[in-house]
């Protein structure tokens, strides 16, 4: 009866990670399906793209929330662990291939369509223990300005559960059991975003935050100077 009672939460945490608040609020936001907008996934990221930061925001808010009340809901039924641990990974896999998005895919297969899982595995970590985001969000915030990828923030999310919750269960402040909780969820990120890893690889992945501010820096520098090395516009420098 335990059994069927652990399952059933897991599978209620899929189907509640599952709901895609991305396609949800872009459409109510400017009527655009977020699935036809650049990568088309249904995280925050791309709903900034289509609709807007408060969007964007939006989005990612419900999409962290949603994993961790899978966790505080597992919490409440059951004093397994285990099952504390795979019903975020299940929110995880339900936002990143929501049964509610199915579709045909190139080549005709089946599949479910999703987000990349960063801000749901941000909520599952946050569900475990919510003194973590204050120590996740400022550094994701600056691994986003400082290198500049978006995939690279989110699979960041991954290792910094394990090495949080590896540190909280060598001072016996957590069980082991979450470290395993960051693998997962860095496995499956790192599923949903081979395209960027791809790209990552052959230097064509969408870049932001300051590494573009010094490239157009360095441009202003270069369109500054005359062919015989004198700057003819200093002003260009100031913003």
Same mark, same amino acid.
């Given at each position: ?38 990568? +088309?996934?249904?995280?925050?990221? @791309? ?13 990612? $808010? #419900? ?16 004093? @397994?662990? *285990? ?12 936002? @990143? ?5 199915? /579709? ?18 941000? +909520?599952?970590?946050?569900? #475990?223990?919510?003194?973590?985001? #204050? ?5 994701? =915030?600056? $691994?986003? *300005?400082? =290198? ?27 069980? *082991? ?32 935050? #300051? ?7 360095? /441009? ?11 700057? $003819? @516009?200093?002003? $260009?420098?100031? /913003?």
């Amino acid at each position: 009866m335990q059994f069927l009672t652990d399952a059933g939460t897991v599978l209620a945490a899929y189907l509640f990670g599952s709901i895609p608040f991305g396609l949800l609020v872009v459409k109510a936001t400017n009527g655009k399906d977020i699935r036809t907008v650049e990568s +088309g996934r249904t995280g925050g990221t @791309n709903a900034f793209r289509a609709a807007g930061f408060r969007a964007g925001l939006f989005t990612a $808010i #419900l999409d962290i929330l949603k994993a961790a009340v899978t966790v505080w809901l597992a919490q409440a039924i059951t004093g @397994n662990v *285990w099952v504390h641990v795979l019903a975020p990974i299940a929110a995880v896999l339900g936002h @990143n291939h929501s049964i509610f998005l199915p /579709e045909r895919g190139p080549v005709g297969r089946l599949r479910l369509r999703g987000g990349a899982g960063g801000a749901a595995a941000l +909520g599952g970590t946050f569900g #475990l223990w919510p003194p973590a985001v #204050l120590i996740m969000l400022p550094l994701g =915030i600056l $691994i986003w *300005w400082g =290198i500049g990828f978006a995939s690279v923030t989110t699979l960041s999310v991954g290792l910094m559960t394990m090495i949080i919750f590896a540190v909280r269960a060598a001072l016996g402040l957590a069980p *082991w059991e979450y470290v395993l909780y960051g693998l997962l969820a860095e496995l499956l990120m790192l599923w949903a975003l081979r395209p960027n890893i791809k790209r990552l690889f052959a230097g064509t992945e969408r870049r932001h935050g #300051l590494p573009v501010k010094l490239q157009k820096l360095r /441009e202003k520098r270069k369109q500054a100077k005359s062919p015989g090395g004198k700057r $003819i @516009n200093p002003e $260009i420098f100031t /913003e």
